[in-house]
């Protein structure tokens, strides 16, 4: 299928650089007779072309850097992204805060060309942007460009990939941000229900919950970040994907011509993924916000991955649960009006457990009837089987709407990336779409009894306990060290 | 007057379905609505009057769970998320309701049947339920400072204009809101005239047009109604107010600005981005770089929202142990710079270069170009207008900045709002 729309934006360009009004037209001027208006029911539809993907050129340099070249002449822009192998999940626990920062410091510090400032303004002179990042499983460098200036904007991506200074007035910025943001932190009901559910579940001394604070920052130096750089910033640990408005060739001799001699890492060693357990099982937490109005709600347990055998079924669960016709939001939302924000997502993780979570938010009084309509749905996947309807509306969801996971080349070159990085087969999606079609009812209360574990399951609230009904039992504290943290007993 | 809220709470009706759509039997549903609303008239009565509602609200109960026995809930959005719509949703802002979803394009006519049944025979059932859906939604808002900073601040700034209210509505006005009063709204302000369409995707523009006028020339032609919206006074002396909430300090200044259609309103935009767009704008090299002064700061137009005139923002995170005096006096030697120092031509090059590329890439979506086509020929008259704008700014010059920060910065024109945290 081609990405075709009413008139090319290109077009559109050109006209705004003042040369011609190409092809913009709303109508034409023939007006055709009207047809009659029918019913949705009986409107027939003519099949979608099948997708195709897009070409794209996928090769090695000698050191090792793996790149993806995707074409998309729409639009006069190229954008770009290394993809490292790198996350916080491998940083020191007595650092927190350390991948954050090397991400930040990497473009903010400058390079050994340019300082921080020279960049921004070379790069906003240019309405470009080079970014990096770390997060919790991935780093990623990116850069996006006008076609025009696409030589210089690469090299300067080239030089925060591969050359930063990590100049110490930068970091000594970026820590003291990270200083403001743990100020900040307890400012939103959603970011605290959010970072302490996560704690609950993997545990506060996880990688995958742990905090910065204002110790780790402390044993935050520039070594470090020059360290965990060096650990991780190769080209036989990097993936290069570029799509955009480019002649192949010319990118190809770019990319040598900037990372070619890009030093390979000899005997690259990574970290084993840190071992993963549910550490609180089962029970109800309170975190206490007297101003709050609403609770905030959330409710689950340790999930999976996306390799997992019950991947398809759980997907199709979560159609069932959520949006318009999902039992979530017609019981919790639509039938019984106790809130506007009502989900239950299974959420699998690539290469470690995810969770599966529910919740929303409810006013204070609603409290422990949102939390039992929420148990009651997800009881009720487990014990009977979704209807035959509730079962066409899932499939027909995601089978036809299949087609936007290929709305831009970008897109598709970013999802091939991530299976790539994942260790994931090319043609995933494809499994997924044919795995999809052939779920049954039965299939998917199996994957509900196998994965839902109602014993396992951890209520976090985070409210008012004043006007929470019925009232909060008595405090219980709770060990942990946070001084939100205490009173775990609702009567649900 | 005392109904705000009511074009929100109609955005949610409108997912209810129509007399052929949410429904197992209409002939049987609709008496049992009327009743709902006979009842709910009553109770009010009671309530006010001083007499036991006990009786009548269960009355209701009762009907209401009869009424529900025919609903097949959200059986709209249903059939639209399975014939694989992605994205459905509805937004509601000062200025315009905006309805929106991607098909695939084997679904064209589905978007015309189903949308204009929409609007042709719509039913708000489950009317009371949503009642308490919006009412949660609100108090989402309420429990979000910020947003309470901000709400303050069009409350304050603005006397007489509709921009001084919350969209969502005053609680008071959502909970006395009937199913008649969105009725009378639907039937003033959905009229065919007042409807903008905006369709982007591999489609054929003659087939659309032959669809549009096959599915929407069915409605009857309707005049809008002439606004009677009061302008806005102009402020004539500086306002300010405090908030003292459990939150962290934030500061924000707002001054009154002309509406979009305004000839200066490529200045204020680039003035906009002066300010606050990327690591080399004013506010970020100065106030967080530099001075250290802030965690971050912005400004915006549009608030809050542009067809009628508005403001031009100025919010900041102060950093911990940086008071709101020391932010605000920061904040104000830049305000002072850009109508003091004409500005640099390199930064203004640079201004205008972002600007372009940003409305370009905001052209890369379907969804994004066809909100923007939609909002230009609604608020500018013209779609075209939207590409306009690239020329305007292109025309800014460093006296027009000087001149339009003169005239915007001044004291009797801002309001200032504070909030601080709660002891």
């Known amino acids: 299928m081609g990405f075709r729309r009413i008139w090319g934006v290109r077009a559109i360009y050109i006209w705004l650089c003042g040369l011609v009004l190409a092809g913009l037209m709303i109508f034409g001027n023939n007006t055709p007779a009207s047809a009659a208006p029918r019913h949705y029911t009986d409107l027939e539809f003519p099949p979608l072309p099948e997708v195709r993907l897009p070409d794209y050129n996928r090769y090695e340099l000698p050191n090792g850097l793996v790149v993806y070249l995707m074409e998309d002449h729409e639009l006069p822009f190229i954008s770009g992204t290394a993809l490292v192998r790198v996350g916080d999940r491998w940083e020191p626990q007595t650092q927190v805060g350390l991948a954050s920062l090397t991400g930040t410091v990497m473009r903010s510090g400058g390079t050994k060309q340019y300082t921080g400032d020279e960049l921004n303004q070379l790069l906003e002179e240019g309405a470009a942007s080079v970014e990096a990042g770390i997060g919790s499983d991935a780093g990623s460098v990116s850069f996006s460009s006008l076609t025009e200036d696409v030589e210089k904007v690469f090299g300067w991506f080239a030089g925060v990939l591969t050359e930063p200074v990590f100049a110490p007035e930068k970091l000594e910025l970026a820590k003291s941000q990270s200083r403001g943001r743990i100020e900040r932190r307890n400012d939103n009901p959603g970011q605290i229900l959010g970072r302490e559910f996560t704690k609950l579940i993997y545990g506060a001394t996880s990688p995958y919950a742990s905090l910065t604070e204002y110790a780790t920052l402390d044993r935050i130096d520039r070594e470090s970040l020059v360290k965990f750089h060096q650990q991780y910033f190769h080209p036989n640990n990097t993936m290069l994907g570029i799509s955009g408005d480019f002649n192949p060739q010319q990118m190809q001799k770019l990319i040598q011509e900037k990372l070619g001699s890009w030093q390979p890492k000899q005997n690259l060693e990574l970290p084993p993924l840190p071992e993963v357990n549910q550490v609180t099982i089962g029970g109800v937490f309170l975190i206490p916000q007297p101003r709050l109005n609403q609770s905030y709600v959330r409710i689950g347990h340790l999930g999976g991955m996306v390799k997992d055998r019950d991947y398809v079924p759980l997907n199709v669960l979560n159609e069932v649960m959520n949006s318009f016709g999902g039992r979530l939001f017609d019981e919790i939302r639509s039938r019984q009006g106790l809130a506007y924000d009502v989900y239950g997502f299974w959420s699998p993780q690539f290469d470690y457990p995810g969770v599966f979570v529910a919740g929303g938010q409810t006013r204070s009084e609603t409290t422990v009837p949102f939390i039992k309509g929420i148990l009651e749905e997800i009881d009720r996947l487990r014990t009977t089987p979704i209807t035959p309807a509730e079962l066409a509306r899932a499939k027909d969801s995601t089978l036809n709407s299949f087609v936007f996971n290929f709305q831009t080349p970008n897109q598709t070159l970013s999802r091939l990336m991530t299976y790539a990085y994942y260790g994931y087969p090319q043609d995933f999606i494809f499994q997924y779409q044919k795995q999809v079609a052939n779920v049954t009812a039965a299939d998917i209360q199996r994957a509900a009894q196998g994965n839902f574990q109602p014993d396992k399951l951890v209520t976090l609230v985070v409210g008012n306990p004043e006007t929470i009904q019925p009232p909060p039992n008595s405090s219980q504290s709770r060990g942990g060290g946070d001084r939100y943290y205490h009173s775990p007993r609702l009567a649900i | 007057m005392g109904k705000t809220g009511v074009a929100h709470f109609l955005e949610h009706l409108a997912f209810k379905g129509t007399t052929r759509i949410g429904t197992t039997d209409w002939q049987a549903e609709r008496v049992l609505l009327d009743q709902l609303d006979q009842l709910d008239g009553q109770i009010r009565e009671a309530i006010a009057t001083g007499k036991d509602p006990k009786a009548l609200q269960a009355e209701f109960a009762q009907v209401q769970a009869q009424a529900d026995q025919y609903v097949k809930s959200n059986e709209f959005g249903q059939i639209i998320s399975q014939a694989g719509g992605v994205g459905l949703n509805a937004a509601t802002g000062t200025d315009f309701t905006l309805y929106f979803y991607n098909l695939p394009a084997n679904k064209l006519e589905l978007w015309f049947s189903l949308e204009s049944e929409r609007f042709l025979d719509p039913v708000f059932r489950e009317f009371f339920k949503e009642k308490e859906v919006v009412l949660e939604e609100r108090r989402t808002g309420i429990d979000n400072p910020i947003r309470r900073l901000l709400q303050t601040m069009q409350d304050q700034a603005f006397s007489v204009h509709p921009y001084k209210r919350p969209v969502i509505g005053y609680e008071e006005d959502i909970r006395n ?123 915006s137009n549009g608030y809050p929202g542009n067809k009628f005139a508005h403001m031009i923002l100025f919010l900041a995170f102060p950093k911990p142990g940086v008071s709101l005096e020391q932010l605000a006096q920061s904040l104000q030697a830049e305000i002072i710079k850009i109508q003091q120092e004409p500005i640099d031509l390199r930064d203004l090059e640079r201004v205008k270069k972002q600007f372009k590329a940003e409305v370009l890439a905001s052209l890369g979506s379907n969804g994004g170009m066809a909100s923007n086509l939609v909002e230009a020929e609604v608020k500018l008259g013209d779609w075209r207008k939207l590409f306009e704008i690239i020329d305007r700014v292109e025309a800014v010059t460093p006296e027009d900045i000087q001149r339009v920060a003169k005239a915007t910065f001044t004291e009797a024109n801002r309001t200032v709002g504070r909030l601080v945290s709660k002891k």
């Open chain 2, 177 to 299: 809101l009937t199913r008649q009063d969105v009725q009378e709204f639907f039937e003033t302000h959905y009229v065919p005239s007042k409807l903008t369409i905006g369709i982007v995707g591999d489609v054929e523009p003659q087939q659309v047009k032959q669809l549009a006028e096959a599915y929407f020339g069915r409605y009857t032609p309707k005049a809008a109604t002439p606004s009677t919206i009061s302008p806005e006074p102009p402020q004539t002396a500086p306002k300010e107010f405090t908030l003292e909430l459990d939150h962290q300090p934030v500061y924000v200044e707002g001054y009154h600005r002309p509406a979009i259609n305004h000839p200066d309103n490529a200045v204020y935009e680039v003035i906009a981005k002066l300010m606050s767009d990327g690591r080399r704008s004013r506010l970020y090299s100065q106030l967080v770089e530099q001075q250290q002064v802030a965690l971050s700061a912005s400004g």
